[in-house]
């Protein structure tokens, strides 16, 4: 049969680990508490953890690769046309056909807009298109004074 010695009762509190300290073991705990919620959450995640990718190198960083400008398909030539009203550009968009407008008389028709860009922030800071027309096209356009308003229509695809 067991019998304790006499300095040692079997009510008294007994230290697993003698030489840890309470602080220890609380951040010792922590950690443990904290792994396993990271595993749990992969666990749970079912998906992979991320490969490790190397940094970019200074080459890969240098500047934004720029699309390149629209050009004119053949047979076109490239107009840009600014418009009074900035809010064109939100319902142009490129690739789209418009016919150009101007006291009441179309001046280009089925025209493709390769670029559709507002001038500032206001609408009435205007907005300015880069079309594709023909050389015809061109010169009615070009023919009209300064002072006419100019709009266009989206026609529908």
């Not at 009441?104 to 027309?133: F, H, K, N, Q, S």
């Amino acid at each position: 049969m067991f019998s304790p010695s006499a300095d040692e009762r079997l009510d008294a509190p007994r230290r697993w680990l003698p030489g840890l300290r309470r602080p220890a073991l609380l951040r010792a705990g922590a950690v443990a508490s904290l792994l396993c919620l990271a595993a749990g959450v992969l666990f749970l995640d079912g998906s992979r953890p991320a490969a490790v990718v190397p940094p970019p190198s200074r080459a890969s960083v240098a500047a934004p690769v720029t699309p390149p400008p629209p050009t004119a398909p053949a047979g076109t030539v490239g107009l840009p046309l600014r418009l009074a009203d900035a809010g064109v550009v939100a319902v142009v968009r490129v690739g789209q056909r418009v016919d150009v407008l101007a006291d009441g008389r179309a001046l280009a028709t089925d025209v493709l807009v390769l670029r559709a860009i507002a001038r500032g922030e206001a609408p009435e800071d205007g907005a300015l298109l880069y079309l594709a027309v023909t050389a015809e096209q061109a010169a009615r356009v070009a023919a009209v004074r300064t002072d006419t308003p100019i709009t266009v229509t989206v026609r529908a695809p």
